[in-house]
Antibody
Framework: QVQLQQWGAGLLKSSETLSLTCTVSGGFFSGYYWTWIRQSPGKGLEWIGEINSSGNTNYNPSLKSRVIMSIDTSKNQFSLNLTSVTAADTAFYYC?????????????WGQGTQVTVSS | EIVLTQSPDTLSLSPGESATLSCRASQSVTNNFLAWYQQKPGQAPRLVIYGASSRAAGIPDRFSGSGSGTDFTLTLSRLEPEDFAVYYCQQYDRSPRTFGQGTKVEIK
């Protein structure tokens, strides 16, 4: 059974860097594009980007200048850094894995992390 | 980017009734790379339909998806109490992947 467990700081101040990590257990780690999604009342579900086990990334152009994703295959972990956060980055953040290694929607999700940015 | 517009925003129905949810794309979604998710309060979204019409594992057959190109539909037949939730469509054809704004199916 594939499980994703995520963690990271939930309360930030403006201009700080958001850092979240997701650990994967069960299933293969290689071969997938590991994904970050966020959800806020104002903007709904927003795809942040993805990274594969080779370190290749695809970012949402709306966030590209502030997003850095990384991966550690030895620990079955991948991470999200979002720099210079503002109140607009307040959201629930999810990590996820596609259903299949080929292009497919997210079949597995982390439990989510509420991130709040205060001024 | 592909903009997905869902309608209606809210459906108020009784258990046993059927629900028809619409998702319209601003550009054609090729290969039917369109999915539907169900989300309940306090939970992560759950994949319901992929490839526009294929049910994900564990999804009952009262859920069905259809459509192609720019118009897609999720049909929920014989609503059960556990089906009342928010449903989102998502295209995974092009980057950035995008979601619709959601349709809430609520108990009347």
């Amino acid at each position: 059974q594939v499980q994703l467990q995520q963690w990271g700081a939930g309360l930030l101040k403006s201009s700080e860097t958001l850092s979240l990590t997701c650990t994967v257990s069960g299933g293969f780690f290689s071969g997938y594009y590991w994904t970050w999604i966020r959800q806020s009342p104002g903007k709904g579900l927003e795809w942040i980007g993805e990274i594969n086990s080779s370190g290749n990334t695809n970012y949402n152009p709306s966030l590209k200048s502030r997003v850095i994703m990384s991966i550690d295959t030895s620990k079955n972990q991948f991470s999200l850094n979002l720099t210079s956060v503002t109140a607009a980055d307040t959201a629930f953040y999810y990590c996820g894995r596609p259903r299949l290694a080929v292009r497919s929607p997210l079949g597995y999700w982390g439990q989510g992390t509420q991130v709040t940015v205060s001024s | 980017e592909i903009v997905l517009t869902q309608s209606p925003d809210t459906l108020s129905l009784s258990p046993g009734e059927s629900a028809t949810l619409s998702c319209r794309a601003s550009q054609s979604v090729t290969n039917n790379f369109l999915a539907w998710y169900q989300q309940k309060p306090g939970q992560a979204p759950r994949l319901v339909i992929y490839g526009a019409s294929s049910r994900a594992a564990g999804i009952p057959d009262r859920f069905s998806g259809s459509g192609s190109g720019t118009d897609f539909t999720l049909t929920l037949s014989r609503l059960e109490p556990e089906d009342f939730a928010v449903y989102y469509c998502q295209q995974y054809d092009r980057s950035p992947r995008t979601f619709g704004q959601g349709t809430k199916v609520e108990i009347k």
